[in-house]
């Protein structure tokens, strides 16, 4: 059905009305998810009177954050691409904190461990276990810098840092020829392991009195499990050798790992230190996601909202990562409620009156 171009005129007034009134409509979406913590259920809007005066902590529950004080003049919002972007990167995995929160006692002890073997120039194992998103990696890795910084502050020789991912490994026993890399990168076996070249440089005294130590990182410890674990076993008795020189920390997930190797490894005489990382309880988890929104100059979830997020994932697993992927998911369908909101509103007007308006929100999250 053609229409005439005085209908066509008019439905081209009440479009772009309907486009002006989005802005509108979005922004008080926006009030109403970041109000509610990420809630998407619609909530009647505030009136002004409420709005302008001072929150007030009515509860205890509601005074997480001492009632931080934002700018009054930087406000959060679901449409403002940069303030998205930064809140996505201050909650996602690969943003490393400047400190490891909430893990200063397991942080503390693998330090002192590895400082104890530098001062004494003597080699020794440890093994670091713990749930999925315990804070294991991320303690090693600080664990790492701060023993190289110490080390040079203190007079000894920085020690050499070997990484290991093992699953990166084609097959268990590559790990041996890693290791041996470090000390012989251009060393080839012939006819000889690696393993054998390794233990026969750990039993003989070094040429020279300036060895270094080495700090050998093994994480995902538990895929050098085999069937007689023989190269889990020869890895940890490499600590044992006379003239052995690294320090090996084993990162794995699983808990009963050390029950099921560890006395196999006593009778070896290789028995190393176990530290246990707990899964994090609900104040841990609220504390590291206030600590990681802290920097922000704006308010980006209500207290309660995150109080809610850590009490569930605390329940579950207390699995930190959880924890940041929910609160990244939740500006996400905030952002796409808003997105739907858009499309309602200026349903019966063509695609290519809106197809601007929504290109511009379709690209967050």
Not at 5 to 18: E, L
Not at 105 to 117: D, G, I, N, P, Q
Not at 310 to 331: C, H, N, Q
Not at 353 to 363: F, P, Q, T
Request: hydrophobic letters at 35%; charged letters at 25%; one cysteine or more.
């Amino acid at each position: 059905m053609k229409l005439s171009p005085m209908k066509c005129k008019r439905i081209g007034i009440s479009s772009v009305a309907k486009l002006r009134n989005v802005e509108v409509e979005s922004e008080r979406s926006v009030e109403e998810v970041v109000g509610s913590g990420g809630d998407l259920t619609p909530q009647k809007r505030k009136s002004r009177s409420d709005s302008s005066s001072p929150m007030k902590c009515k509860s205890a529950r509601r005074n997480l954050s001492a009632c931080s004080s934002t700018p009054a003049n930087v406000r959060f919002g679901l449409d403002n691409k940069e303030q998205m972007r930064i809140v996505k990167e201050a909650l996602h995995l690969s943003t490393v904190p400047s400190t490891v929160a909430c893990r200063d006692v397991e942080h503390k002890r693998v330090l002192e461990f590895c400082k104890s073997c530098i001062e004494q120039e003597k080699a020794g194992s440890l093994y670091v276990c713990g749930c999925p998103g315990t804070g294991k990696s991320l303690s090693m890795e600080k664990v790492k810098q701060l023993l190289v910084n110490w080390a040079g502050e203190g007079g000894f020789q920085e020690p050499d840092v070997l990484e290991l991912n093992c699953t990166s490994l084609t097959k268990t026993s590559d790990i041996f020829a890693k290791i041996l890399g470090k000390y012989q990168p251009q060393k080839k076996a012939n006819g000889t392991t690696s393993l054998q070249l390794l233990q026969k440089l750990y039993s003989q005294k070094p040429q020279s009195d300036g060895t270094k130590m080495m700090l050998i990182i093994t994480d995902e410890l538990d895929y050098l499990i085999t069937k007689d674990r023989a190269v889990l076993h020869d890895l940890f008795m490499l600590t044992t050798y006379p003239f052995s020189r690294c320090i090996l920390l084993g990162v794995a997930n699983a808990i009963d790992l050390a029950d099921r190797f560890v006395p196999k490894l006593q009778s070896l005489n290789c028995k190393p230190m176990v530290i246990t990382f707990r899964a994090y309880s609900k104040d841990q988890i609220l504390k590291i996601l206030q600590e990681r929104l802290m920097a922000l100059p704006y308010t980006v979830f209500q207290p309660h909202a995150l109080e809610l997020c850590a009490r569930k994932v605390a329940a579950a697993s207390g699995d930190m990562r959880k924890a940041l992927y929910i609160s990244r998911l939740v500006k996400a369908q905030a952002f796409k409620s808003i997105l739907l909101n858009i499309i309602y509103l200026t349903s019966g007007t063509s695609y290519r009156s809106i197809k601007s308006k929504i290109l511009e929100y379709i690209a967050y999250p």
